[in-house]
Each structure stands twice: as C-alpha cells, then as structure tokens.
C-alpha cells in the first residue's frame, strides 16, 4: 500500500535523521553500583550487552565495573581483572577499596559483577530460595521436606523472572567469559591478566577456551575445572579434609596424646546431635535453630576456612562433646541467615553446565548416612531444583578439559574443603605453561595472604618463568600441638 505524499516525506525525514541505536557492547561511566572508598582513585561505569549473544534481537543488559586505578606514576599497560567465586556472588560489594591491594602498585586492578548477579540489570535473585536456605542452616528444614521446599520455589523464582522479561538460557560461563571480552575490547586493553577465585576459575578457563589472544596471564585459585563433578564429591571433598584433620592431630605428639580417639569422638557427636538435638539456645531467623548432625559438620566446615582455625579443630570438637559449646555455638551462629547468593544466576549456569554430566545416584550417595556427616549437603543444586529451572544444557564441550599456552598461576590450599589440590594439578595435562602452587596450612582462596600476593605479584611481573615461591615452601603447615593451648 502506498503511503499518501505528505506522510511519506515526514517519515523519511524522521527517519533519516534519526539516532542510530546505541553500539552494542559498550561502556557507560558512572556512579558506582556499592559505595566505595572516596579518597582513593577509583572509577566505576557499567558494560552493557546482550543478554542471549545467541539471538539477534535479544535486549541489553548492564553489569557494573569497578577500575581501582594504580598508584604506580606510570601504570603498566596490562591491567588484571579479578571476578570472585559463586556462581551468584556479586563482585562489586565485595571489593570496594584498593588501599592494602599490593597489585596497585603497578598496574590497574578491574572487578566486573558477573551477569545476573546482585548488582547486575538484571539481577536473577530468589528472595524464597534465599530464605529457605536459612531454613536449611537453621536445621528446620532438612531431607526430603527441603528438597521438594527448594524445588517448588526454584520454579515460581523461574516464573517470576522469565514473566519480568529474563531469557535463563543467556546467564552461562560461556555468556560471562564473553562479556570479559567484550569488557577488554571496549576499555581498550590489548591483553591483560585474569584472576579468579573458585568458580571464577572455571571462568576464566572459558575466557582462554574462547579468548585466548587478549589474555597475558592468568591467576586460578582453587580451580574448579570443568570436567570434574562437584555435586557428586561435594560430601567427599569435606571428609577429605576431615580426614586430614584426624591424622594429622594423630601424628602430632602433643595432639595425639591428649586427643587420642579424635574421629570416634567426632562420629559420637554427630551421631548423639542426629538423635537428639542439641540444646544450644541459638536464636535464627523465623525462631531458634534446631542444632543437629548437620549443623556441628557445618560449624567445622566453616572452621576449615579459616587457616587460622584449623589446628584447633580437635579441640573443638572435643570440648563438644563433653559439653563445651561455646567455639561451637559462634561457628553455629555465624552460619545463620538467609544466603547471600543470587540463586537464578546460580541455578542457570549450575543447571545447564552441571547437573546436565552429573550422576544422580553418586549426587544422592553424598548424603548418605554412611559418610557420618549428618546429611551435611554441600551440593549446589538438586537435580529437582534444576528439573524445575528448565534451563537449556550446554553443550559437551562445556565438561572436557581447557587446553592453552597461557602462562598460568595455579594456587591450591591443603585443607581446602571445597576444592581439592588434585583439581587444579589436573590442569598440568592440558596447559604446558601452568605453575603449580601448594600452600601448606592454607584451605579456600589459597592465595589471599602476603605469600600469596607476594607470588602473584612476581608472577605478573614476568608470567613466562615460574616465580619465586620460596615463601610457599617455607610455610610449616598447620601446628597441631597448638589444638592442646588457648583457642584464638
């Protein structure tokens, strides 16, 4: 049909001077998304592009950036770009001060907040799943109650997200390692240095899958790779670790004379809370905590995290059972509230790149009572959760190994709970340039203390040669004969 005369001038004069659409991806400076410190040079903006690359007309999504500048006269031009674990972790509200950064003193130091996360537009959170999880830590919910409780709210959170508007199949390790490209590209940066932190790991091994020639260096601590199985070893990885605490505590003098029944105590505690809870008065969200077999393992659990804690796992749980709470107690009361995850960004990539290789019958046996944690689940997401997420499985390159030349920086913690130093050694097989790092003592996030960042730091400097890692191997490890003195 033709347009009469005088409409159709208007119109092709209306659209010839119209403004283009803006270029997607690019970044938008701005406020920052979190607080940060104000006296130090910090500046912030957003990376916005599309939310499913897969589809041409897919929207556009923001995700905040923080540019914590160096304080070197003359930066070095490859700057890092730090994301931390999760998935469903926000970047931003974790980090917002460079002051006791080392890495600033040569070259910039980037945070991006992963797609779907907290600070993200926009964000995949769950407030039901967020709660129930406090439930869970709380002990009032537990076994099958909890799996069809978490099931049924991961698909009304699914309802409610995809009705705003949210395409799930968009928030993948591979939607995410494209956006750090997109980043690089778009701050102008010829190569830089990625770190990442448990999931972050597998992460950034996707950025070298997909990306390799704008990476210089990378930084993986705890690594998360992607052909291992985590759901299917989360219990396993705990008792590893447990284990180490038992014979290490034997082997030491001190400790193995004073605690000389350390695992049969540990299994009577958790059996005795199984059976009874134990009445520990701890106030929780929604009413007091119910403190059962679980809940003790939990407390450990948390304990292993901290370095500085681990040798006196033994007297912790000695002093319980004989009725000594009191450590117990504040690592019970540190566990409680709602989690501070976002759990549609968790299940989307969990559900497409996990679950889908998985095992159920091995997941399930990681909750058998067999394994005396007291049904301690440290898996990610149920294969109900994820029947009920519904999300596309990603494709089986997803699950083998990354092969690359990239200098790699490979740090693993002896006691890490969550995952083991055998992951990340595996990356030797497949990446010729990665330098394996041990830290004796050290559990989660192995490089977060001044030897550490002491070999990171060297390692930047010249990622060709291994660095210097004098100070890993002067580290002792964890004393056990200090679980015998005064707990810090």
Not at 48 to 69: C, G, H, M
Not at 275 to 280: D, E, F, Q, T, Y
Not at 357 to 374: S, T, Y
């Amino acid at each position: 049909m033709r347009l009469p005369l005088l409409v159709a001038v208007l119109w092709l004069s209306w659209d010839a001077g119209a403004e283009p659409a803006p270029a997607v991806p690019r970044f938008e400076p701005g406020a920052c998304a979190v607080e940060v410190a104000a006296s130090e040079r910090i500046d912030c903006g957003l990376l916005v592009v599309p939310e499913n690359r897969r589809k041409a007309d897919s929207r556009s999504i923001r995700l905040p950036v923080t540019v914590f500048r160096s304080r070197a006269g003359k930066p070095l031009a490859d700057p890092v770009l730090f994301m931390p674990g999760g998935p469903g972790l926000s970047a931003v509200e974790r980090i917002t001060s460079g002051k006791n950064n080392k890495l600033l003193d040569e070259r910039d130091y980037i945070v991006l907040e992963q797609r779907g996360a907290k600070f993200a537009q926009p964000s995949l959170q769950c407030p039901e799943i967020t709660k129930l999880k406090g439930e869970e830590a709380a002990g009032r919910l537990r076994g099958p109650a909890a799996a069809t409780a978490l099931a049924q709210a991961a698909g009304r959170c699914r309802a409610t997200l995809t009705a705003s508007g949210v395409d799930l199949d968009g928030y993948t390790s591979e939607a995410a390692a494209d956006d750090i490209e997109d980043l690089r590209k778009v701050l102008g940066v010829a190569r830089w240095n990625l770190y990442g932190v448990s999931y972050s790991t597998r992460l950034m091994l996707t950025v070298l899958r997909r990306h390799p020639a704008g990476v210089r260096s990378v930084v993986l601590d705890s690594v998360l790779p992607p052909e291992v199985n985590f759901d299917e070893v989360s219990a396993t990885n705990v008792l590893r670790v447990l284990n180490q605490v038992f014979d290490g505590c034997a082997v030491d003098r001190e400790c193995g004379a004073r605690y000389p029944d350390l695992r049969a105590r540990f299994a009577k505690l958790v059996a005795d809370a199984d059976r009874r809870p134990l009445k520990l008065f701890i106030r929780a969200a929604g009413g007091p905590a119910e403190v059962r077999g679980a809940q003790v393992v939990e407390a450990i659990y948390a304990a292993m995290h901290e370095p500085m804690r681990i040798p006196f796992i033994p007297r912790l749980i000695v002093d319980a059972s004989e009725g000594r709470f009191e450590t117990l107690i504040g690592l019970i009361r540190g566990n409680q509230g709602p989690s501070p995850m976002a759990w549609g960004l968790r299940y989307s990539v969990w559900c497409a790149e996990e679950l889908p290789f998985e095992d159920a019958g091995r997941i399930a046996a990681q909750l058998a009572p067999a394994l005396g944690l007291g049904g301690l689940n440290e898996g990610t997401a149920s294969p109900q959760e994820c029947r009920a997420w519904n999300v596309t499985p990603a494709p089986a390159v997803e699950n083998t190994p990354v092969k690359s030349d990239v200098p790699a920086l490979v740090f693993a913690g002896e006691f890490d709970p969550d995952t083991p130093p055998e992951w990340g050694h595996r990356l030797l097989d497949s990446m010729p340039n990665a330098y394996p790092v041990d830290m004796r003592g050290a559990s989660h996030a192995a490089s977060f203390n001044s030897c550490g960042v002491s070999i990171v730091k060297a390692f930047l400097q010249d990622p060709s040669h291994p660095p210097a890692v004098d100070c890993a191997l002067k580290r002792r490890g964890a004393d056990f004969s200090q679980s015998v003195r005064a707990l810090p």
